[in-house]
C-alpha cells in the first residue's frame, strides 16, 4: 500500500528546542518536499530535494533544516531559530520534479509554546 | 507577490448544481496547474491537472478550463455533492523548476 507517511501527527515542544519531523515515502519518488500551511494562508514551499544527498531551498527556509541521505526519507528538522514555528507541516513527493503532481502526507501539527 | 490567487476565499452551492472555482496567475512562464483538494487536518489530496498546451481536462465530474491569455483557469464540479464540501487549492509550476506554487485556497461548501 503505496503513499507517504509523517509522523507524529500531532507535536508539542517547548520554545527554544529544536525538533524533527519525520516524513517517509514508499512511492520509488524521486523528489521531496516540505510545505507549511497557515490559517488562511496557502501551502508555502520550505525545503525541496530533487534526489538524494541533494537539497535546495524554498521560500521560507530560514529556521529550517533538512536532510536527504535516503531516496524514502525526508526529515524536516524547526530549529530554535524560527520565529512562529507552530503550524500544519505537509510532506509530498512526486515521481520527477518537473511537472508531475505531488502527493502528499498527511500532516503534523507542531505546537511550540 | 503572490503569483497564484484565488479570489474568493468561500462559495456556496446547491446540491446537485455546479461549483466553479477560480485561479489566476501572473507568471506567463507558469505551463503547468494542479487542482487539490483538502480536508481540515489532512494532506491535500490531487484532483486534476492542465499543461499549457491544452485549454481542457475532464476526469469525471471534474474540469478545468485553461485561459492562458487571461492568465486564469477554473475548476468546475458538476453534479456538486455534499462530500466534496473542502477547501480547493490551485497550484502552477513553470518549465525547468521543481517548485509549484499554490494559491490560497477556496472553501467550498455544498448545502444539502
Known amino acids: 500500500d503505496g503513499g507517504i507517511t509523517q509522523s507524529p501527527k500531532y507535536l508539542f515542544r517547548k520554545e527554544g528546542q529544536n525538533v524533527t519531523l519525520s516524513c517517509e515515502q514508499n512511492?520509488?519518488?524521486?523528489?521531496m518536499y516540505w510545505y507549511r500551511q497557515d490559517p488562511g494562508q496557502g501551502l508555502r514551499l520550505i525545503y525541496y530535494?530533487?534526489?538524494?544527498?541533494?537539497?535546495q531551498k524554498g521560500d521560507i527556509a530560514e529556521g529550517y533544516s533538512v536532510s536527504r541521505e535516503k531516496k524514502e526519507s525526508f526529515p524536516l528538522t524547526v530549529t530554535s531559530a524560527q520565529k512562529n514555528p507552530t503550524a500544519f507541516y505537509l510532506c509530498?513527493?512526486?515521481?520527477?520534479?518537473?511537472?508531475?503532481?505531488?502527493?502528499f502526507g498527511p500532516g503534523t501539527r507542531l505546537t511550540v509554546t | 507577490d503572490q503569483q497564484v490567487k484565488q479570489n474568493s476565499p468561500s462559495l456556496s452551492v446547491q446540491e446537485g448544481r455546479i461549483s466553479i472555482l477560480n485561479c489566476d496567475y501572473t507568471n506567463s512562464m507558469f505551463d503547468y496547474f494542479l487542482w487539490y483538494k483538502k480536508y481540515p487536518a489532512e494532506g491535500p489530496t490531487f484532483l486534476i491537472s492542465?499543461?499549457?498546451?491544452?485549454d481542457k481536462n475532464e476526469d469525471g465530474r471534474f474540469t478545468v478550463f485553461l485561459n492562458k491569455s487571461a492568465k486564469h483557469l477554473s475548476l468546475h464540479i458538476v453534479p456538486s455533492q455534499p462530500g466534496d464540501s473542502a477547501v480547493y487549492f490551485c497550484a502552477a509550476s513553470s518549465p525547468g523548476t521543481y517548485k509549484y506554487i499554490f494559491g490560497t485556497g477556496t472553501r467550498l461548501k455544498v448545502l444539502a
Open positions: 530535494s530533487q534526489i538524494v544527498n541533494d537539497f
Open positions: 512511492l520509488n519518488h524521486d523528489a
Open positions: 509530498a513527493s512526486s515521481g520527477t520534479a518537473i511537472s508531475y503532481e505531488q502527493y
Open positions: 492542465i499543461s499549457s498546451i491544452k
